[in-house]
């Protein structure tokens, strides 16, 4: 099966983070969703659509740009307007927050991807340059938009969640990610490695904070990656990559997360 974000993933080795240049790229319409598709309700007008915000930071400025002639964000859009159907529109856009984060903004049904954390990933992931640096940063910040639409996903079509509304989106994230593609696969361990953090440097408000710790992160996501193709991934078993005590329940936990993820947006899915 062709991987549905093979076209969004190819984007990450034009993204050149490293020079501060996001080079233009021709990008080919995005497939429908990894997900099993079902009608969906009625009167669905909803759409996610695109805005960009004027910036008076000329680095950021010109990345806007960048990030506009790519087609980045439009094509995220339009591969999710393919396959799901929404009770009101939801805009993503890139802001500058003050803080290398992302958010959804209920009251305006609005995703913000922060341009510092642009910059936080793009000196995380790419401080070797080169196109395998580009492409970790490029599929961090699509994990992280994609983590972000879970939330907006939650919101407007009021899908119930037991547990952290954190980590169930970090889970929807990898879901759409990991679809038996090894570009798909790749795209949810780097973004999850962009999750990652020092341990050494925790504090109180660490432990207190919505999210999980970031290291939990990013094996809550290498574990559905892992559990989705466990033969095709066992070498991260042998090399300590992944813990064998916890691969031995992974297999059953993407399953788990799949199918719950695909009755509760079931509904919604377009054909």
Not at 48 to 71: C, G, I, K
Not at 102 to 124: F, G, I, M, N
Not at 159 to 176: C, H, K, N, T, Y
Request: charged share 25%.
């Amino acid at each position: 099966m062709p991987s549905p974000l093979s076209a969004l993933l190819a984007l990450g080795a034009a993204l050149a983070l490293a020079s501060c240049d996001l080079p233009a790229a021709q990008v080919p319409a995005v497939p429908v969703s990894p997900l099993r598709a079902e009608p969906a309700k009625p009167a669905m007008a909803g759409k996610f659509r695109v805005a960009y915000h004027a910036v008076d930071d000329s680095t950021y400025a010109r990345w806007q740009d960048d990030f506009r002639e790519a087609r980045f964000l439009e094509d995220v859009a339009e591969w999710l307007n393919g396959w799901i159907a929404l009770p009101h529109d939801v805009t993503i856009g890139f802001d500058r927050c003050g803080e290398p984060n992302a958010y959804y903004h209920p009251e305006t049904r609005s995703v913000s991807l922060c341009y510092e954390l642009v910059q936080e990933l793009d000196d995380a992931l790419a401080a070797d340059g080169g196109e395998e640096g580009a492409q970790a940063v490029s599929d961090a910040l699509l994990f992280t938009t994609l983590h972000e639409v879970g939330h907006a996903l939650v919101d407007v079509l009021d899908i119930p969640i037991a547990g952290r509304e954190e980590d169930a989106v970090d889970q929807l994230a990898a879901v759409m990610l990991v679809d038996g593609s090894d570009e798909g696969s790749e795209a949810a361990v780097n973004g999850a490695a962009g999750l990652a953090t020092d341990d050494d440097e925790l504090d109180s408000l660490d432990f207190a904070d919505e999210h999980a710790l970031g290291s939990q992160r990013f094996y809550n996501v290498l574990c559905l990656v892992y559990g989705q193709d466990p033969e095709g991934y066992a070498q991260w078993v042998s090399d300590g990559t992944l813990p064998g005590e916890r691969a031995e329940g992974c297999e059953e936990e993407y399953a788990h997360v799949s199918r719950s993820w695909d009755r509760l947006l079931g509904p919604y899915l377009k054909d």
